[in-house]
């Protein structure tokens, strides 16, 4: 079963460039994974300290598969330090 995410991203202040480097460092990686059906990071016009993560992959083995990555494990480790507030949903494709 697909499982799509949006992740929302709100960067500390000063820290958009940071941010926007790290998440855009995600998706070439992302993209080539098995199973990933969708990936891409945006970056509000009105409001550049907010970015936004949508994700769709094949199912939960392939989801898993992304969460034990490399290029994941990096981001993990190092978003918090630029990210003054971040939360997630699942969306269902009507």
Known sequence: MRITKSVTFIAK???ESKMK?????MVVPSKAEEGCIF???FQYENDRKRFMAIETWRDEK???GHKASAHYKTYKSSYEVYC???YSDELEIL
């Open 13 to 15: 202040d000063g820290a």
């Open 21 to 25: 480097e790290l998440l855009s460092a």
């Open 39 to 41: 990936y891409e990071i």
């Open 62 to 64: 392939a989801l898993d």
């Open 84 to 86: 003054e507030d971040k």
